[in-house]
């Protein structure tokens, strides 16, 4: 089993008094080879935390792998990088490395709510360009609407953006048929296809409530 | 579909699908040939002094399938292709997950698997602790949590549940956590009393009101809805749907709020819907 050759080094205390090493469970190989680095390099514990992260990368890929034949020959390559490489450089490092199977670089927890934000806005952009808008523009915005063919027309005044990743909108201001009128868009939702900044009015204001006091030919605009 | 037969009061009883039906019990059903001194038992884990047989654990219910533990991380939007938009949780996963223990009914009196979450520090674990999880050579992990299955077959200690196999996306989801504490609270955050009015001469504005009537029966009953501690408690949201898996970064998107703050131990399991995957015996 795997598993149970990772089972030597969680017994066994390790051998130097290392603390930064006794806290993470890492394979015999990776420990010892790392272990010279220090004495070597002398780096803090900061810099440690990614190449302990890297070997810990490494030895949970190989276990995710499953096969002791792999971990055994890793193992026996780690453990014969390690003297030679006693007088060497800490790019030595990224040599050893390079001998294991490539990795992804270890993900945060608290980083993972970002990235799923950026790669819907990634793929929200190859399907419709969104420009980029600031209170005080004003936009024309074009909406697929359910059981319409022809798509329906907003022209106003942004007057808040409010940036929350994928879920990002902006509120239109303007004036239809004598009435006033607010509207949230999310700017990356696929219903929304098209939005186009036709110009821009200064402000000095991130939002623009105050024109809600405001006289209407202030926020009234001529659609084409 | 096993027959236990139990050593007791010197009688072989065969129970049909191995369990016992406990009197007011209103978890499993337990079908079968039921003798009335077995049933007088007060307790299914009675002992006789001398007598030991095997000790069948026949409350608790049953899981709908093996799930897994989690770590909540937080809210956001998912915006499905059509336009619509959902809120979702996200639900990432430590290096954890792994079959600790399977329990049988020939060694533990029921059928579960045990499994682990969270790599600690070896130091952060008891000896007792770390004993049991070398056991069967596992990395040293906080929680440990069982999934108690009408069959174990398919599971060994050491093997690693993946998220992939276990759930889909569509799937409903019954996830479990420890609540937001809020605290000793008043009976109308509580238990969504009315409030009396603010003005008008009134002087009860967030009492609880009348506790009961008068003289009979002279007193409060047990269960009287009244001040005192909320949240904090092992909740149980049902049938979530999971709105997408990312493989790469290891996370689920569950569809709905859960229970906790981000960094919450979660516990999701397949849901339970009645007639379709409630274990029956």
Redesign the interface.
Known sequence: ?A??S??PH??LPLPTASPLF????LTISSVSFSLNQISISRTGSVALQPLVRRCRESS?GIA?AGETGEEGTTAETGEDESPSETGGEETSVAVAVEEKPPK?PI?K??D??G???KK?IEE?ETIKPVPDIRPGDIVEIKK?KANRRRLALYKGIVISKHS????TTIRIRFMTSGTPVEIVF?V????IKEIKVVSHRDVRRAKLYYLREKLPRFYTFKKK | MGVVSIANHGLSVAVGAGLLQRKRSNSMVGVGIIAPSVLQMGSSRSRKGGMRGIEVVAMASFEAGIGVMG?K??M????E???K?VPVT?V?F??GN?VTQVKTSATDGYDAVQVGYR?V???KLTKPE?GHL?K?????MRHLQEFRLQSIDGFEP?Q?LAIEEIFKEGDLVDVCGNSIGKGFQGGIKRWNFARGPMSHGSKSHRQLGSIGAGTTPGRVYKGKKMPGRMGGVKTKIRKLPVVKI?T????I?IKGALPGKPGNLLRITPAKIVGKNIPKN
């Open positions: 089993m598993s149970s990772l089972l969680s017994l006794t806290k993470s469970s949970f995710r992804k993900v927890l608290g993972i709510i990235i799923l934000n819907a929200a697929q929350a990743g994928i879920h999310p990356y939702s696929p219903k | 770590t991380l937080g956001m939007t998912y915006i292709p059509e336009g938009v996200v990432g430590r290096e792994i790599r520090r070896d130091t770390l070398q069967t050579g596992s990395i040293p050491g690693r990312d790469d970064l290891r996370a998107l």
